[in-house]
């Protein structure tokens, strides 16, 4: 389709430089922890993005499959990680094995749409829960699974599971952009408007859905393993955790889903803010309902998510000011992005 | 992912492009063809006429695809159809124009009529065409950063008849396309299907105001009840008195005609 702008370059160019060297410049650990988390959700956000987003199947399932890649890296290196790097260099085999796995679980999911799925998709991530509580010869039920620590050094032991999820985040991110700037993107974006048309035009509807899936999975799997390895122990109730799901889903509407960087803005407004009002709240339950509180009123005044919302009102803005001459629906009156558009005709 | 081919040995003027036998079709266990046979020629606008739920939307479904025939057969140019994807059957060059707007309201006018293209990867030959569509149809240049939505409906059609011909098929499916237009638009749309045999293509058109669909039409056919009742040429159906009765709300011996709301200000003087 159109070539990849040069203003957008430079922003991820500029994004991904300072998320690189945060830590070099001395970041305190409990900064560079946050971030972690928060890179962690920008990755699971911008990937749940592919299908949620772009595809418009909210899948509520997604943590499913970032529980197997926790245990796949569990059940690998449960006495020894090597050099420490070894769990990394089996990502690319969890992505592609899950993506994989993924496509007959998406093949009879994605028959059913909208509020249907959503409910399909919840049931795989119970399913997958009930699966991890009882399979104690795999996953050790609910006594956990643990991960052999990494021999990492004690000052910078945080620092390769930083850059992992940052290259993590760099990954879903490209593959976003190169959806949206081929076929894949335009194929999606008719699927999500509406499927009997894209059948009419001769999208590949079915192949099309389901390659979104897979890559999105896949995705959210590695971003598992990651974690898993982090972490270092494997519990059912953590690692298919509703709350993950919840997290990433949240992250994208916030943000404006279908959009590149809306999930991203998502997860660097909630993790935070989650964190800080663990902090200021304590123990007590009060945090979940300021976190909550964040998220009301945003869905009040940006209700299709922030970027949306904000271009369409600079939109909007531009238009009143090239005067009352001009007829709705002119160039002036576009949202920058395909997605953004098709949402908003809804 | 096999590449489609967008040419296919077409018949010669004037004879047999599509062909239908005995075609059955319906949703879950009804049918609604019951036995359809038709045969449409190369050059030839085709008119379907007959009342609701006579079966003619779905006719046009079992050609392009979106619906598949459970007996019968379905040809173009000699190829059996029945097997084939929506997407094959682009491919050779059938296109569909449904009746409910086909147009994605939140895209513009110039990425829908780009998007009749989808199956095409050549873009230079994309290129050349959107040229070649809006030269044929202006509203697409003039209105081409609108959003398809903000189109009247009879604009939206001029569109969604740009867009059918980006594949520059051979055989173009019209499902009601004068339903929901004033009169004005109504004329400017039969004048552009008129226009599109003139290089060679095959239009099946299907109308429930019957008067002006068959004064475009060469030939025109009934159906009904899920079956071709009658065929004709289109200026012969207008004059039958039966059609005349049943379909034109015109009463050729005194009785009471059955007024279809279209007709009076199509047969009006």
Not at chain 1, 86 to 100: D, K, N, Q, S
Not at chain 2, 91 to 99: C, E, F, K, N, Y
Request: with cysteine; glycine share 12%; charged share 15%.
């Amino acid at each position: 389709m159109k070539p990849v702008g040069r203003a957008g370059l430079l922003r991820a160019g500029i994004f991904f430089l300072l998320l690189a060297l945060i830590p070099v410049l001395g970041a305190p650990g409990w900064l560079l922890t946050t971030l972690i988390f928060t890179v962690m959700y920008a990755g699971l956000a911008s990937s749940w993005n592919l299908v949620g987003g772009y595809a418009g199947y909210p899948s509520l399932g997604h943590v499913a499959f970032f529980g197997i890649g926790a245990y796949a890296i569990g059940l690998v290196f449960t006495n020894s990680v090597g050099s420490g790097f070894e769990p990394f260099l089996l990502l690319p085999v969890i992505g592609v094995a899950v993506g994989l796995l993924s496509i007959p679980v998406g093949w009879i999911a994605m028959r059913t749409r909208a509020d249907v799925f959503a409910i399909v998709t919840i049931t795989l991530l119970f399913i997958t829960q009930t699966l991890a509580f009882n399979l104690k010869d795999l996953t050790g039920g609910a006594q956990g699974k643990s991960v052999a620590p990494p021999p990492f050094p004690v000052e910078t032991f945080d620092w390769p599971f930083y850059y992992a999820m940052v290259v993590m985040l760099a990954i879903a991110m490209a593959i976003s952009l190169y959806f949206r700037r081929s076929k894949i993107g335009l194929s999606l974006a008719t699927v999500r408007a509406d499927e009997d048309k894209a059948h009419g035009i001769g999208v590949r509807v079915t192949a099309v859905k389901l390659l979104a899936f897979a890559v999105s999975c896949g995705l959210v799997a590695m971003i598992g393993g990651v974690w898993a390895y982090y972490v270092g122990f494997i519990y059912p109730q953590f690692a298919v955790d509703p709350l993950i799901t919840i997290g990433m889903v949240l992250m994208a509407f916030l943000g404006g889903r279908g959009t590149l960087w809306g999930p991203v803005l998502g997860a660097f407004i909630l993790v935070p803010a989650q964190e800080y009002f663990a902090q200021t709240f304590g123990a007590s339950e009060l945090y979940l309902l300021a976190y909550a509180a964040v998220f009301i009123v945003i869905m009040l005044f940006l209700p299709r998510g922030i970027l949306p919302s904000v271009s369409e009102r600079l939109a909007r803005r531009r238009l009143a000011a090239r005067g009352p001459g001009e007829s709705p629906g002119t160039d002036a009156a576009r949202p920058v992005d395909p997605a953004v558009r098709m949402e908003a005709a809804r | 992912m096999a590449e489609i081919t967008t040419t296919v040995a077409l018949p010669a003027q004037g004879e047999a492009l599509l062909e239908l036998g005995g075609v059955t079709a319906g949703y879950g266990a009804g049918l609604i063809l019951r036995g359809v046979d038709l045969t449409v020629n190369r050059g030839e606008i085709v008119c379907l006429i007959g009342p609701n739920g006579a079966g003619k939307s779905t006719v046009l479904k079992t050609v392009s695809g979106l619906l598949t025939a459970k007996d019968g057969f379905v040809r173009f140019a000699g190829n059996d159809l029945n097997r084939l994807s929506p997407r094959e059957r682009l491919g050779l060059g059938i296109v569909h124009v449904p009746q409910d707007r086909s147009l994605f309201p939140g895209m513009t006018v110039w990425e829908n009529v780009e998007m009749g293209a989808f199956v095409l990867n050549d873009r230079a030959l994309v290129r050349r065409r959107l040229e070649e569509v809006t030269e044929r149809f202006p509203i697409v240049g003039r209105r081409r950063t609108s959003l398809a939505g903000s189109l009247s409906g009879g604009e939206q059609k001029q569109v969604e008849l740009a867009r059918s011909l980006m594949l520059d098929p051979a055989l173009i499916l019209l499902d009601e396309p004068s339903i929901g237009l004033d009169p004005k638009s109504r004329t400017a749309v039969f004048a552009s299907i008129a226009q599109l045999t003139e290089d060679g293509r095959t239009v099946l058109l299907v109308e429930q105001n019957a008067r002006s669909g068959l004064a475009v039409a060469h030939r025109g056919a009934v159906l009904e009840a899920g079956r071709v009742a009658l065929t004709g040429a289109g200026s012969a159906l207008l004059e039958d008195p039966e059609v005349g009765r049943l379909y034109l709300g015109a009463s050729a011996a005194g009785k009471t005609p059955r007024l279809d709301a279209a007709a009076p200000a199509a047969a009006a003087p």
